[in-house]
């Protein structure tokens, strides 16, 4: 990695904090408070993943922004918390220690609930 691209990836990093704390304060002026409150931690954490699953293009950082804020409008931060947990373990334990991720109905509910956001999300942050 480069200077200027670490510079680059540090910038977009900040540019998100303000974006996501901007919104914030002003939806809160305008009466409306998001439905669902995530740590600014984990709204960062997925908005540098999708950056970076996009190619860290600049242009995408409203989108992918967008993309969180509509999951915080769907679902409450422990089940989207849970869903991530349970693809995480979905891809790393494998076997039948790894059933219970996979083949159990509260998984399904986990995921699927997880699925309709991102889905809202393609619809919602064009």
Known sequence: MTGGSALRRLGLAAAL?????????????EGHKPRYDYPTAARADYVIGCLAANGFRHDLLEKCACGIDTIADMMPYEDYEKAETI??????????QGAIFRNTPIAHEEIDRLRRAEAEVNLRCR
């Not at 904090?17 to 002026?29: D, H, M, S, V, W």
């Open 17 to 29: 904090l303000l974006i996501t704390g901007a919104g914030a304060a002003l939806a809160e002026e």
């Open 87 to 96: 693809l995480s373990m979905q891809a790393e334990v494998h076997g039948p």
